[in-house]
């Protein structure tokens, strides 16, 4: 059914869109910073590790914690409703 699939998409990708910053914090990514005894905060000390004591630029860490701090930019916006749209879609084909 096309209205189903259209409804599994849209939903995915608005479930995933309003999701990410609640995921975000659940793994330590807050607007107060990165939060102690964390994954977070294990992420960052093995990026901290790897990059000679500090945390790269553009690293997966400083994007992440820029997304937790400030919210998703509208390019990670547009890309975590993507992938939450392609989620709804292959739901529907189980």
Known sequence: CVSGTIV????GAVGA????PVALGAVGFTS??????SYA?????AAAVANGG????GSAVAVLQSAGMAGLSGAATAAVGSVGGAVGFL???I
Do not use: N, P, R, Y
Not at 41 to 45: I, L, P, Q
């Open 8 to 11: 599994a998409v849209v939903g």
């Open 17 to 20: 869109v309003a999701l990410a």
């Open 32 to 37: 107060a910073g990165i939060a102690a005894g």
């Open 41 to 45: 905060a294990s992420m960052m000390s």
């Open 54 to 57: 500090g945390v790269a630029a």
């Open 91 to 93: 739901a529907t084909l």
